[in-house]
């Protein structure tokens, strides 16, 4: 395995040890092109690095040592055009293979990959271009003249540094333009945690991890840390989601771990699952969003699989999750990663007491790697984020008496009524308990009386009628399973939430007032 040489130890007796012992060793001027795929290249040839396929029957499946050559005639093709360390690429290539050989390609020259989605507008990229000042543009209507199988494959000259920018992921804030996630080229050793001992992927076992390439997920769950473990991936490059379609993948090509946001699981407890075989599952997982409880009781009761939530963001690697050294909770994000110096901060800056709400933040800031260095060309942002010591993430929990972490919302997420402060996700785990309710998103509405009042977007299954009855029985469920002040005052019915096409709900579109989903 090619484990042990960034890890000391891998195996732990305990939460307590995990926490207290792990350790990465972080080679000098590591290179995830030349330290893990050329690496596995020259160890294990024929091992299988990437199982790909699509809605239109195509399949392809790649080694590493077809990884390695590709990725090397690439960077002859990026070399051809011009670009030099430190330039900058945006890929929107949704899950095509191509993105693994361009990435890879662009990391062994010390180019920097921008990953981008392919619902971005022309305005969009235009913006990204010019912010991030991009050198070139690859999407999918472009692969046709990625002709790198014309070059042939000269290894690049190593010439990066850790310190180095590897990766910059665009992310939305709740006020202005998307900023930009800066990454350099230690980040991936951080995603050892996420894959081994979140995604508890297995060598030479199948993992997916739905997402598209535009997004942070991506590089959690299909790229860096598992194949750092030896686990190849598994990619459906789907052209709309399909709850059967993606199922039938699961249970044709044998997968050993998955990972999925709640959206798709929940989408999946409409089909009759029992008729599926996913016994080749050992584990699964989900993040993005927090996973309602009555979402996990009613997967694991159909299929025997316990979903654990891990939580984090584009400027890190896993921060919270559920580890095998502890049965989940379900509606917890789990423990702290050793990786970081997770605490809960109160409003006047102390430590928080066990139920009481805070700040996630990450104290004692050094050489970690996985975590973000900063925010390109925005200095006052970085400034605001890396403030006392300490990474503030902007996102509200709570920890119960024996350490478990449960998430309250983005700290412009929390509704502020009447003098309360209402976590949206506990709004959304009552009304996911009512049978009515397939999925269902929670905002603040503004009321000029109370400041705020909680709004509910929901979709509802096939024979309930979305009218005032139904309205009213909802709120008065919601009045039953959790504080009666949290019922929401306003709910819509609509036929479908905005999400990204990772299947995260866009809640800022649902405040600005839109309801559709994303093009």
């Known amino acids: 395995m090619l484990l042990p040489r960034f890890l000391p130890r891998q195996d732990f007796s305990s939460y307590n040890d995990f926490l207290a012992n792990y350790r990465i060793n972080v080679p000098e001027n590591f290179n995830f092109g030349f330290d893990v795929v050329d690496a596995w290249a020259e160890i294990e040839p024929e091992k299988k690095a990437l199982v790909w396929c699509d809605d239109n029957g195509d399949e392809r499946t790649f080694t590493f040592r077809d990884m390695a050559l590709l990725s090397d005639q690439a960077a002859g093709w990026f070399s051809a055009?011009?670009?030099v360390k430190g330039d900058k690429v945006l890929l929107i290539l949704r899950r095509r293979w191509e993105y693994w050989v361009a990435a890879i390609a662009l990391h062994k020259l010390g180019v920097t990959v921008v990953p981008g989605s392919t619902q971005l507008t022309a305005k969009d990229i235009e913006y990204r271009v010019e912010a991030?000042?991009?050198?070139l543009v690859l999407d999918v209507a472009g692969l046709k003249s990625f002709d790198f199988w014309n070059y042939l494959a000269i290894k690049?000259?190593?010439q990066t540094r850790n310190d180095d920018l590897m990766l910059m992921y665009f992310t939305s804030g709740t006020t202005g333009m998307p900023k930009m996630v800066m990454?350099?080229?230690?980040?991936?050793?951080?995603h050892i945690v996420t894959a081994k001992y979140w995604q508890k992927v297995l060598v030479n076992g199948l993992h997916m991890s739905v997402a598209d390439s535009g997004w942070a997920k991506f590089g959690w769950g299909k790229f860096y840390g598992q194949w750092i473990c030896g686990a190849p991936v598994f990619a459906y490059d789907m052209n709309k989601f399909s709850a059967s379609a993606l199922l039938q993948k699961m249970q044709d090509y044998r997968l050993a771990t998955f990972c999925a946001p709640p959206t798709m699981y929940r989408y999946?407890?409409?089909?009759?699952?029992?008729?599926?075989?996913l016994s080749s599952i050992t584990h699964c997982c989900n993040a993005g969003e927090p996973l309602n409880p009555e979402v996990?009781?009613?997967?694991?009761?159909?299929t025997g699989l316990r979903l654990t939530?891990?939580?984090?963001?584009?400027?890190?690697?896993?921060?919270?999750a559920n580890f095998q050294w502890f049965p989940p909770r379900p509606g917890s994000m789990g423990k702290p990663s050793p990786l970081y110096g997770i605490s809960l901060l109160a409003e006047d800056g102390r430590e928080c007491a066990p139920g009481e709400e805070g700040e996630i933040v990450i104290r004692g800031l050094g050489a970690r790697s996985g975590l973000f260095t900063g925010y390109y060309n925005d200095e006052e942002y970085t400034a605001a984020a890396f403030r006392d010591g300490m990474?503030?993430?902007?996102?509200?929990?709570?920890?119960?008496?024996?350490g478990y972490y449960w998430f309250v919302g983005r700290n412009d997420d929390v509704i502020k009524c009447s003098g309360y402060r209402i976590g949206p996700f506990e709004v959304e785990s009552a009304l996911m308990e009512h049978p009515a309710v397939v999925e269902c998103a929670v905002t603040g509405a503004p009321d000029p009386v109370r400041g705020q009042v909680v709004k509910a977007s929901v979709v509802i299954r096939g024979g309930y009628t979305a009218d005032g009855e139904l309205v009213k029985e909802l709120q008065e469920h919601v009045k039953s399973v959790t504080a009666p002040y949290k019922y929401p005052r306003v709910i819509e019915f609509v036929p479908e939430l905005p999400k990204t096409s990772s299947g995260k709900i866009m809640r800022g579109k649902i405040r600005a007032g839109s309801s559709a989903p994303d093009a």
């Not at 350099?184 to 050793?189: K, N, Q, R, V, Y």
């Open 391 to 402: 990474y503030h993430t902007g996102d509200v929990a709570w920890r119960d008496d024996d």
């Open 183 to 190: 990454h350099d080229f230690t980040h991936p050793l951080g």
């Open 268 to 277: 999946m407890l409409l089909e009759d699952l029992e008729s599926y075989n």
């Open 81 to 83: 055009k011009g670009l």
């Open 132 to 135: 991030a000042g991009i050198k």
């Open 156 to 158: 690049p000259k190593r």
């Open 309 to 320: 939530e891990g939580f984090g963001q584009s400027e890190s690697s896993v921060l919270i």
């Open 296 to 302: 996990y009781r009613q997967f694991y009761e159909r």
